[in-house]
């Protein structure tokens, strides 16, 4: 405190800080951490807590940062160092005799230069190397020092400065894998670097010329041109590859893997999915069934498709045209047909267009999901099937005209279904009486078999009426 009681401005900066109200008399810190830094006015020993807070505060004046970096306190200083409000002495004294914490911190603070840089890497700690040859700032002689002297990560990071000279960048090229590994990530290499790179290339060296930001199309065809799964596998996803890469990679044989990469892009061309419908895998030309970019011929194709999966994938679609429908129709799979019908609000036309080459089994299952369906119901009466015209006659509703062109049908058993119903004109009424089947007379008057044996005789004779009809 000066003379006159005023605070001095440091005090005031760590009053303001720590938050201290008033003066409470004097306080010496007895820490030897702390080094013998007072603070005369604090209610308390400054405490490392307290200290945290002075180096990170954006009013601290030079003089007291010059106390905490002689703290020697590790999170002390390393706190200090992110001060972007840190001027450039103390940033010299930190580069020159902060901990290796600190410096590797201090290297990256905005206000570095390239001669602190240079004191910084002095230490040949590796850590601060490894933040030396990150920074943006280093010159390109302080990069030639430490190629020469770091190994391992601090070497891989420098060949991957932008400010790497050219001669360092040519003997890289032609250097050991590591070597080009490291390098081809650097974002000064020309056209032609990444190109004499792109040939030959291993795995790796592949992954990072893939993201490096110059490749053009001729360094991404180079890289295409050898048959690595994995390579194909992640330039799927790259900028540079289009439909006639894809189709090109296709056809060269590119397996399951690269195949499930192309079907999660967004958008794809039908050129592709139409290429990925011939693929060896199923689960791949069930995706392609239902890609909403997939042709319709692509989906015709799949109709037909071994994998009964395949094929219904395709019916389950929002959306079906009518060459489909018309291709499910002529065609032999029957529970295809039926997962056609099946789809929310299957139009009649649909179920007439099936029921034309219907087998009695199918007419059968069609017949359960059309009670309601009257129009249905009038184009199955016309069956060929006689116990579906038998079943039909039993339904507990029956239009008018079907019931009358049933009371006509060829086989007694239907005829005797619809003398039963009742409800009919009188002149049909007269014509089941006078039928030339005792069953169906007995039906048109009310009447039934009522004996055990009269019972087994009718249906026998009702088994061998509808046998005879199939």
Not at 67 to 71: E, F, G, R, T
Not at 281 to 287: C, L, N, P
Not at 411 to 417: D, F, I, K, S
């Given at each position: 405190?000066?003379?006159d009681?005023v605070?001095?401005?440091q005090q005031?900066v760590?009053?303001r800080?720590?938050?201290?109200?008033?003066?409470r008399g004097?306080r010496?810190i007895?820490?030897?951490d702390?080094s013998g830094i007072a603070v005369t006015?604090?209610?308390a020993p400054l405490?490392?807590e307290?200290m945290l807070?002075?180096?990170?505060?954006?009013?601290?004046?030079?003089a007291?940062a010059f106390?905490?970096?002689?703290?020697r306190?590790?999170?002390?200083?390393?706190?200090?160092?992110?001060?972007?409000?840190?001027s450039?002495?103390?940033?010299?004294?930190?580069a020159?005799?902060g901990l290796?914490?600190?410096r590797v911190v201090?290297?990256?603070h905005?206000?570095i230069t390239p001669s602190?840089?240079?004191?910084?890497v002095?230490?040949?700690d590796?850590g601060v190397?490894?933040a030396?040859?990150?920074?943006?700032?280093?010159?390109?002689a302080?990069?030639?020092?430490l190629?020469?002297?770091?190994?391992?990560r601090?070497?891989?990071?420098?060949?991957?400065?932008p400010?790497l000279?050219?001669e360092?960048?040519?003997e890289?090229l032609?250097?050991a894998?590591?070597?080009?590994?490291?390098?081809?990530?650097?974002p000064?290499l020309?056209a032609?670097e990444?190109?004499?790179?792109?040939?030959?290339?291993s795995?790796?060296?592949?992954?990072c010329?893939l993201r490096?930001?110059?490749l053009d199309?001729?360094?991404f065809?180079a890289?295409?041109?050898r048959?690595?799964?994995?390579i194909?596998?992640?330039a799927?996803?790259h900028r540079?590859?289009?439909?006639v890469?894809?189709?090109?990679?296709?056809?060269r044989?590119?397996?399951?893997?690269?195949?499930d990469?192309?079907?999660?892009?967004p958008?794809?061309?039908?050129?592709v999915?139409a290429e990925l419908?011939g693929?060896r895998?199923?689960?791949?030309?069930?995706?392609v069934?239902?890609?909403?970019?997939?042709w319709?011929?692509?989906?015709?194709?799949?109709?037909?498709d071994?994998?009964?999966?395949?094929?219904?994938?395709?019916?389950r679609?929002?959306?079906?045209?009518?060459?489909v429908?018309?291709?499910?129709v002529?065609a032999s799979?029957?529970?295809?047909?039926?997962a056609l019908?099946d789809r929310?609000?299957a139009p009649d036309?649909?179920?007439?267009?099936?029921?034309?080459?219907?087998?009695?089994?199918l007419q059968?299952?069609?017949?359960q999901?059309?009670?309601a369906?009257?129009?249905?119901?009038?184009?199955l009466v016309?069956s060929r099937y006689?116990r579906?015209?038998?079943e039909i006659?039993n339904?507990?509703?029956l239009?008018r005209e079907?019931?009358?062109h049933l009371a006509r049908d060829p086989?007694?058993?239907?005829?005797?279904?619809i003398a039963?119903?009742?409800?009919?004109?009188p002149?049909?009424?007269?014509a089941?009486?006078?039928?030339?089947?005792s069953?169906?007379r007995?039906?048109a008057a009310?009447?039934s078999?009522w004996?055990?044996?009269?019972?087994?005789?009718?249906?026998q004779?009702?088994?061998?009426?509808?046998?005879?009809?199939?």
């Open positions: 405190m000066a003379e009681g605070l001095t401005e005031q760590v009053q800080v720590l938050g201290v109200d008033r003066y004097t010496e007895h820490d030897a702390l006015f604090a209610p405490t490392q307290s807070q002075l180096a990170a505060s954006p009013l601290l004046d030079e007291t106390k905490l970096v002689q703290s306190l590790a999170p002390v200083q390393v706190t200090l160092a992110r001060n972007p409000h840190l450039r002495s103390v940033i010299e004294l930190l020159r005799t290796p914490e600190a201090v290297a990256s905005p206000q602190l840089l240079s004191i910084l002095k230490s040949r590796v190397m490894e030396v040859a990150t920074h943006p700032l280093t010159p390109s302080l990069l030639e020092e190629l020469l002297a770091g190994d391992g601090v070497r891989e990071l420098v060949l991957r400065h400010a000279s050219p360092s960048l040519k890289a032609a250097g894998e590591a070597d080009r590994i490291a390098v081809a990530l650097n000064r020309s032609t990444l190109l004499h790179l792109a040939q030959g290339a795995t790796e060296l592949a992954f010329l490096h930001p110059r199309v001729v360094a065809t890289l295409l041109s048959h690595d799964e994995d194909w596998q992640m799927v996803r540079l590859m289009d439909a890469t894809m189709v090109h990679l296709l056809r044989g590119a397996g399951y893997a690269v195949q990469v192309m079907l999660m892009a958008r794809l061309e039908g050129a999915l419908a693929s895998d199923a689960r791949i030309r069930g995706r069934a239902a890609h909403p970019d997939t319709l011929a692509t989906r015709l194709y799949l109709l037909g071994p994998v009964e999966g395949v094929r219904l994938t395709v019916l679609q929002p959306v079906i045209a009518d060459e429908v018309r291709q499910v002529r799979d029957e529970r295809l047909k039926l019908l929310p609000g036309e649909w179920y007439v267009w099936v029921l034309a080459e219907a087998s009695e089994a059968h299952q069609i017949l999901r059309v009670r369906r009257m129009r249905v119901l009038h184009h016309l006689a579906i015209r038998l006659a339904l507990p509703r239009s079907a019931a009358l086989v007694w058993p239907v005829r005797e279904a039963r119903r009742g409800h009919l004109s002149k049909r009424h007269q089941l009486l006078e039928d030339p089947v069953w169906v007995l039906a009310g009447r078999a004996w055990p044996w009269t019972r087994a005789r009718r249906q004779e009702l088994d061998a009426a509808l046998a005879s009809a199939q």
